[in-house]
C-alpha cells in the first residue's frame, strides 16, 4: 500500500522536527596513517542531550532553503544540512522517480558550539538526510543511509546509530554499543574562543606531536568498547574518569596547533578538582560528574574563574560553558535505523575525522 504522502508529499502539512545531538569521543586513538593519507582511528563516542534542531517543511517550488538561528554556522551554501538533502534527492529519484524530493525549507536552531570538536555540522547532517526522507515519505535502506552519511563526512555515519558506538577506520565502520546501565553522567563542557583546523590537528601529529606513552589510548579505547557492550553503569563510568580523560592521542597535537590549551586546561583542573577530557580533535574540554546541578554548579564556577581571570581567557570572546548529560538513545526515533554490527562504507575525502 502506498501511503499518501509518499504519493503526494505536499500534503505533508505538518513539519518534520528532528534533534541533531552533539557527540563526546570518551576515547581517541589514532592507529596509524592510511595509504590514503589520512589517519585509521579507535574511538569510543556517546551522543549528548545537548543538540541542534532542525525544522523541515514541503516548500512546493523554487530550491531548498536553510534559515539559522542561534550560534553562527558559517556560510549557507556551506551548511551540511543542504549537502545531505541533496544528495538524499538523487537517492530517491533513482528509486522514486524524477519528481520525487520535492523542495524543502528548513530552520536550524544551533546550539552547538561549532568547531568544537562535537561534531555539531555532522550531526546536523544526520539530522537533516533522515528529517528529508521523511518529509517526502521516502525510505532508504540502511546501508544506503549509510553510504550518503560517509559521503558527507567522517563523523556523520556515528549519528545514525543514536546510541553510544564505537567508531573506527575514518569514521566509517560504527558498531552500536548497549547504552549505559542506570543514570548516565553529566558532562560539563567547556569550549574556548579558539578554532582549531582538524587537519591541522592531525598534520601536527603526523609531524610527531603524540602522546608520551603510545599505544595507551587504544588499550583504553578497546577496554572500554568491551566494557560498554557488556553493560556498563554510568556509576562505573565516572569511576574511569581520570583514565579516559588521558585517552586522546590527539590532546598533545591541540595543544601544539593553539598552545593556550595547556595553561587552559590546568586552570579548569585547578578550579574543579576533576579530570578533564578532550573531545574529538578539540578545543572543547569536558568534565564529567554524577548528576546534572553537579555540572551546572561546576559551569558557574567555571565561568567565576574566567570572570575573575584564574581561568585565563582563549581567543577574543568568552568561552562556551554548558552543562549536559550523556543522551539515552532514542533523541531521533528512526524505524529503519541501522542494526547492531559495524558497516563499512566509503567516506568523503574532506578533513580528518
Known amino acids: 500500500m502506498i501511503h499518501a504522502a509518499a504519493a503526494d508529499p505536499e500534503r505533508r502539512l505538518s513539519p518534520v522536527v528532528r534533534l541533531a545531538p552533539a557527540k563526546l569521543n570518551l576515547t581517541l586513538a589514532v592507529l596509524g596513517r592510511r595509504a590514503d593519507g589520512f589517519h585509521d582511528l579507535h574511538s569510543v563516542m556517546v551522543p549528548l542531550a545537548l543538540a541542534d534542531r532542525l525544522t523541515l517543511a514541503i516548500a512546493p517550488g523554487g530550491r531548498d532553503s536553510l534559515h539559522v538561528e542561534g550560534r553562527d554556522a558559517g556560510p549557507i551554501a556551506d551548511n551540511l544540512v543542504l549537502q545531505a538533502i ?4 538523487v537517492a530517491v529519484r533513482r528509486v522514486s522517480g524524477p519528481d520525487a524530493g520535492p523542495p524543502l ?3 536550524l536552531e ?5 568547531a568544537a570538536g ?3 555540522g555532522s550531526s546536523d547532517a544526520a539530522a537533516a538526510l533522515e528529517g528529508a526522507l521523511e518529509a517526502w515519505g521516502e525510505h532508504l535502506p540502511a546501508a544506503e543511509r549509510l553510504t550518503i552519511a560517509a559521503g558527507l563526512g567522517s563523523d556523520v555515519p556515528f549519528f545514525l ?7 573506527e577506520g575514518r569514521g566509517e565502520r560504527v558498531s552500536p554499543l548497549r547504552t549505559l546501565r542506570g543514570e548516565p553522567p ?3 563542557l567547556i569550549t574556548p574562543a579558539i578554532a582549531l583546523s582538524t587537519p591541522a590537528v592531525f598534520a601536527a601529529y603526523a609531524a610527531g606531536a603524540r602522546p608520551a606513552v603510545p599505544g595507551s589510548a587504544r588499550a583504553t579505547s578497546q577496554h572500554l568498547a568491551a566494557e560498554l557492550d557488556g553493560g556498563l553503569r554510568g556509576a562505573a563510568l565516572l569511576d574511569r574518569a581520570a583514565i579516559l580523560a588521558a585517552a586522546n592521542d590527539l590532546q598533545p597535537a591541540a595543544a601544539a596547533v593553539a598552545p593556550g590549551l595547556v595553561a587552559f586546561r590546568r586552570a ?3 578550579r574543579l578538582g576533576q579530570p578533564v577530557g578532550q573531545t574529538g580533535s578539540g578545543p572543547t574540554l569536558w568534565v564529567l560528574y554524577a548528576a546534572l546541578d553537579e555540572a551546572e554548579a561546576a559551569a558557574d564556577s567555571v565561568l567565576a574563574g574566567l570572570a575573575d581571570g584564574s581561568v585565563p581567557r582563549l581567543g577574543s570572546d568568552d568561552a562556551a ?3 549536559t548529560t550523556i543522551a539515552r538513545p532514542g533523541l531521533r526515533p528512526d524505524p529503519t535505523a541501522a542494526g547492531s554490527g559495524a558497516t563499512p562504507v566509503q567516506p568523503a575525502q574532506g578533513g580528518e575525522g
Open 118 to 120: 562535537l561534531g555539531g
Open 86 to 89: 541533496a544528495a538524499a534527492r
Open 186 to 188: 553529566a558532562v560539563l
Open 321 to 323: 560553558v554548558i552543562a
Open 161 to 167: 546509530a543514536d546510541r553510544p558506538a564505537l567508531v
Open 268 to 270: 579548569l583542573f585547578r
Open 110 to 114: 544551533k546550539r552547538i558550539p561549532v
Open 105 to 107: 525549507a528548513v530552520r
